[in-house]
């Protein structure tokens, strides 16, 4: 069994001159302070080990900083269609839209000609036609001449409808005129199928011919010139009767009178087609020329009429 040993050994002990730490030590009452060799390495391996320093030469330059990167512009805005539209779009696609495009075999109507078609080709054929005595032998003239003993120097032919002498076309773009731009189309368009395109010289003209007429625009009109003798002129005019009240360039009585008188001199045969009804139509101009209401009401016996009183 150890020896006890009490607080007064040590105090003895450090009495004598020996160090407390030392006495106490030797007299058993404290352990040495050798720390374990584990805990030693564990205390070691958590201390923050310290590097050595560079190298003179081996010292790192400072690092550039990166350049900054460039900001995104921000995004642009779509354009957006309005919420009543239901057109497709494609997302990479924002071009302007085409324009649209109806089907060849469009269904829509269109516009209704002033002459019925049923009877169009036969009312522009009389109308257009001029007469030779070119027919069968007329048989009551020569019975007739035969009846009074008279001698035949020719052969009595009767008179027959013919557009071999060509026709010339008059197309009026006046003010008067304009409310029917599309009816001339058409019908100069049904014109050259009757009459045949290479029997049809065709001219244009403001108010009245006298002032210059050509094929085209105002700048192929020139001083109007009748065509070959036997020709039919036809006139597709308002004559002055329509337009605006007051028009500065509007046609004048005088005028359409030496022009007719012209056109009969060159010996043709004038007619006029009058998109207003025989109610407008001045004394002076029914008798100066034959005319004919460019209507749906006009008929084939209507024309042949009216040719006739020319």
């Known amino acids: 069994m150890a020896p006890r040993v009490w607080l007064g050994d040590l105090l003895r002990a450090v009495a004598a001159g ?17 720390p374990a060799p584990a805990v030693a390495e564990l205390v070691a391996a958590e201390q923050p080990r ?25 995004p642009q805005a779509i354009p957006m269609l309005p919420e009543s539209s239901t057109l497709p779009l494609r997302e990479t696609d924002w071009s302007p839209l085409p324009s649209l495009r109806l089907p060849e075999d469009d269904q829509s ?23 030779a005595a070119d027919g069968d032998p ?13 001698p035949l120097r020719t052969l009595p032919m009767k008179p027959r409808a013919t557009l071999r002498f060509g026709v010339q076309v008059l ?18 368009a049904r014109i050259r199928s009757v009459a045949g395109a290479e029997n049809v010289r065709l001219l244009y003209f403001s108010d009245v011919p006298s002032r210059g007429a050509g094929p085209g625009g105002r700048r192929t009109w020139r001083l109007y010139e009748p065509p070959s003798t036997g020709s039919r002129v036809l006139l597709i005019s ?14 004048t009585t005088a005028e359409w009178r030496a022009f007719l008188a012209a056109v009969r001199r060159a010996g043709c045969s004038p007619i006029g087609l009058v998109p207003y009804p ?10 100066s020329l034959p005319l004919l209401l460019w209507d749906r009401s006009t008929t084939v016996s209507r024309a042949s009429v009216a040719v006739r009183r020319g």
């Open 18 to 34: 020996a160090p407390p730490r030392r006495a106490a030590e030797l007299l058993g009452l404290v352990a040495e302070a050798a």
């Open 50 to 74: 310290a590097t050595p320093p560079p190298p003179p030469d081996s010292v790192a330059k400072p690092r550039a900083e990166p350049p900054a990167a460039e900001e995104e512009p921000p």
């Open 109 to 131: 109507p269109r516009p209704t000609p002033l002459l019925a078609p049923r009877t169009a080709a036969a009312v522009l054929h009389a109308v257009l036609a001029t007469f």
């Open 138 to 150: 007329d048989v009551e003239a020569i019975t007739r001449s035969w009846a009074q003993a008279k």
């Open 171 to 188: 197309v009026d773009t006046g003010e008067g005129m304009q409310l029917f731009a599309n009816d001339q189309r058409d019908l100069v």
């Open 238 to 251: 308002d004559f002055g009767i329509g337009g605006p009240r007051f028009h500065h360039r509007r046609s």
């Open 278 to 287: 025989p109610s407008r139509w001045p004394a002076w101009l029914a008798s």
